[in-house]
């Protein structure tokens, strides 16, 4: 998923709409992005056990900051091996590398505002069928929305070829609009952001 205006991640949630890292970079002054994505390859990943880097997340979430008056976009991925922040053009083609195949990759792009007051995880996605953690969960508080929902990843990160609007403009207004913000593919990805420049 990707979201614009202000930082958040399940791996570095939080219920406060005021985020650490905002008063430690100043973010307020960014535009950003969350971007989630769903059982895909992303290389570059800190976790890899293979030579070439290659991770399949079950999902996984990126900040992309629009950085008003620059000309490109850094890429916040906490679990990437590459320059923390990368820019969008050198993390796109190195972590998300795009292949030729049948199966159409989709990101969902979140504008970040939105998205700190509407998202929540109660971290149910991280228990086996017994309710035994499958990991160490992190040690704050799991993230509820502001109208007090306690779970709606699954919303997030569920995605279909049919949710990609087939009207640029409905995309760009879907990010800003929609509570769980658009679904954009693979070939749209870069167009998508370069689009939020103008």
Same mark, same amino acid.
């Given at each position: 998923?990707?979201?614009?205006?202000?930082?958040?991640?399940?791996?570095?949630?939080?219920?406060?709409?005021?985020?650490p890292s905002e008063r430690l970079l100043g973010v307020s002054s960014f535009?950003?992005? !969350?971007?989630?994505?769903?059982?895909?390859?992303?290389?570059?990943?800190?976790?890899?056990?293979?030579?070439?880097?290659?991770?399949?997340?079950?999902?996984?979430?990126?900040?992309?900051?629009?950085?008003?008056?620059?000309? $490109?976009?850094?890429?916040?991925?906490l679990d990437s091996d590459l320059p923390f922040p990368s820019p969008l053009t050198v993390y796109f083609p190195e972590a998300i590398? !795009?292949?030729?195949?049948?199966?159409?990759?989709? $990101?969902?792009v979140v504008h970040a505002p939105r998205f700190l007051r509407? $998202?929540?995880s109660d971290r149910s996605h991280m228990r086996d069928g017994l309710g035994n953690w499958l990991a160490l969960p992190p040690t704050y508080k799991p993230i509820t929305s502001e109208d007090g929902t306690t779970n709606n990843l699954d919303k997030y990160i569920q995605m279909r070829t049919a949710d990609v !609007?087939?009207?640029?403009?409905?995309s760009l207004h879907g990010m800003l609009l929609n509570e769980y913000g658009v679904v954009v593919s693979e070939t749209m990805f870069e167009w998508f952001f370069a689009q939020i420049h103008q």
């Open positions: 998923m990707a979201m614009v205006d202000d930082v958040a991640s399940e791996s570095e949630g939080t219920s406060s709409s005021v985020l535009t950003h992005t !969350p971007c989630y994505w769903y059982d895909v390859p992303l290389w570059h990943q800190k976790a890899s056990k293979r030579s070439d880097g290659v991770v399949l997340w079950d999902y996984h979430v990126i900040c992309i900051q629009k950085r008003r008056g620059e000309a $490109f976009d850094l890429v916040w991925d590398k !795009p292949v030729n195949s049948p199966y159409s990759r989709l $990101f969902r509407c $998202f929540a !609007p087939a009207n640029a403009q409905d």
